[in-house]
């Protein structure tokens, strides 16, 4: 009894050295951070002058008095509203579409895998060009069928947003292969039983495929509001110089935070923004996992 006790301390201790280095990683560069963040947005925190408590007063000129701070989340909200949907439809389409057996499926496969593999800032600066008001790809097409003013795009507040949502599009068409994995996992005998019935295509693709593929559909639903909810890189470089402009329409919430952070130097304001963001994202995802269960369909489960 006695040596098998010592033997399972022997395993136990073998067990924690293997996981030592994980641990100790999150401790020092996820959980560290995080309770110091917490502690830093109950203070005046700004690295240049000494640390004070301050209490919940970040958080009260947050949502009382800071009025960029609800402009960008207003900024965000339309962004995750619209990109998301728009992502998801995009990816799933052509997944849908390169499922297919046809000609040239592997190429295509690649090519739509690309701005995965493609260098962020790069991309972002080839978009520069195509939105370009005087000699960009876009303008220059609506131009050829007769809108003689097209959108100033980045230099107009009504359009700046709507760039970016269409620019985002790019990353979605990369993110059907997650997509792809899913219908390839879809029995082929309920298609053939479903022509055996005279179902449609269409049919087929709202009666089956978008059933089967709900889980899928519903990760990156979660995956892409998280996502959108952080946007604000391609805003910093996109907008005029970063500001969250024209008229701070592209002063997105996570762009708002990072100018507080590292333009501000106001650590604690934007730790406390990053806190509420946690909670708001915490708060979405709950939302969002109630409703799953009226339509994310698992293989095998009775639905009432």
Request: aromatic fraction near 18%; charged fraction near 10%.
């Amino acid at each position: 009894m006695a040596k098998m006790s010592r033997l399972r301390r022997q395993e136990a201790l073998t067990g924690y050295l293997f996981i030592m280095p994980w641990l100790l990683g999150f401790l020092i560069f996820t959980a560290g951070p995080m309770l110091f963040s917490l502690f830093a947005s109950f203070t005046n925190y700004d690295i240049t002058s000494q640390m004070r408590w301050v209490g919940i007063d970040n958080y009260r000129r947050l949502f009382f008095d800071d009025q960029f701070f609800w402009i960008s989340l207003g900024n965000t909200a339309f962004y995750a509203v619209f990109a998301v949907p728009l992502s998801i439809a995009v990816g799933l389409t052509i997944a849908v579409l390169l499922n297919q057996k046809i000609p040239g499926q592997r190429v295509f496969r690649t090519i739509f895998f690309l701005p995965k593999v493609l260098t962020g800032v790069a991309v972002l600066l080839l978009w520069l060009w195509v939105f370009n008001p005087d000699f960009g790809p876009i303008n220059t097409f609506l131009r050829s069928i007769g809108i003689k003013y097209p959108p100033f795009w980045f230099g107009d507040p009504s359009w700046a947003k709507p760039a970016l949502i269409i620019m985002s599009m790019w990353g979605a068409a990369g993110g059907y292969i997650i997509y792809l994995a899913g219908l390839q996992g879809i029995p082929k005998e309920l298609y053939e039983a479903a022509n055996l019935d005279g179902a449609s295509p269409m049919q087929q693709f709202f009666k089956i495929t978008v059933p089967m593929m709900s889980p899928t559909i519903y990760f990156k639903l979660i995956t892409g509001i998280s996502a959108a909810l952080q946007f604000w890189e391609a805003a910093l470089i996109m907008s005029e110089g970063g500001k969250g402009g024209p008229s701070y329409s592209t002063l997105f919430y996570g762009l708002y935070m990072w100018q507080t952070a590292f333009g501000d130097y106001k650590m604690g304001y934007a730790s406390a923004m990053a806190w509420i963001l946690l909670f708001i994202t915490l708060a979405i995802t709950l939302v969002q996992n109630h409703f799953s269960r009226r339509w994310v369909y698992y293989e095998g489960e009775a639905k009432e």
